[in-house]
């Protein structure tokens, strides 16, 4: 865990020298993930090598961690399944989405995201409509559901490893960040979208798989709501 805290501190410090740039957010935090795992597993044979044999719970403890992990990641992939049968195919400001009774707005799947509006979408107006709608198009365009993913198969591996968790943390306010500078770069005005995201924020899906509008805390709605107000609105070649 040393490692991964270390790997934190340094992803930290580059986000913040990224955000001042003007640039994508994302990187620093997928990347430190990736090294948190991937060196430690580098040197796993020769540390269970070396452990002794009454310490073989921990391994025992290891495989139920990452079994339960699994899981779960399983059971709620099947529970999305189950309600996309009851979700309603159909068309909103020229794009296609589905309609739900209780999910969304977000992006939902994995091989095929799509975009999930929840049916009271319908009763407010336009151009709020077309602002979450947006929002769900930079989701797909930047391959959120693809990123989280990655993320949390590399967790699965050590699900134990309690900076890893701060670190997924992190990763999804700044996949969150680098949306609404996206935002903001196509020319929506930051009141509007700020409205919009403090209005609909609440609707949060809780699906492993399904990328949220806001992730539903009030204090990073806040942060979020700093830093677009710092964005360089010419900066959105920069967030690749």
């Known amino acids: 865990m040393a490692l991964a805290l270390l790997l934190s501190a340094g992803a930290w410090r580059a986000e913040r020298a990224r955000q001042r740039r003007g640039r994508a957010t994302r990187w620093p935090w997928l990347a430190a993930i990736a090294a948190s795992v991937i060196v430690p597993l580098a040197w796993l044979p020769g540390v269970l090598k070396a452990m002794p044999a009454e310490q073989a719970q921990l391994k025992l403890g290891w495989f139920v961690l990452s079994s339960g992990m699994l899981l779960l990641l399983a059971l709620r992939s099947v529970w999305l399944l189950s309600h996309q049968r009851r979700w309603q195919k159909t068309t909103l400001l020229g794009t296609p989405v589905f309609l739900s009774g209780g999910i969304g707005p977000c992006v939902a799947g994995l091989l095929r995201p799509r975009i999930v509006m929840p049916v009271w979408l319908q009763l407010i107006p336009a151009q709020q409509q077309a602002l979450l709608l947006a929002h769900e198009q930079c989701r797909l365009r930047a391959r959120d559901p693809q990123l989280l993913a990655l993320a949390y198969a590399l967790i699965l591996l050590m699900p134990w490893n309690v900076p890893l968790w701060w ?42 798989g399904a990328s949220p509008i806001v992730l539903g805390d009030p204090r990073a709605l806040r942060r979020r709501r700093r830093i677009m107000a710092r964005f360089p609105r010419d900066g959105a070649a920069n967030l690749l």
Do not use: P
């Open 167 to 208: 670190q997924l943390h992190r990763l999804r306010f700044a996949i969150e960040v680098d949306c609404d500078a996206r935002m903001l770069a196509q020319g929506h005005a930051l009141r509007d979208y700020a409205f919009v995201l403090r209005r609909h924020g609440q609707y949060y899906s809780g699906l492993t």
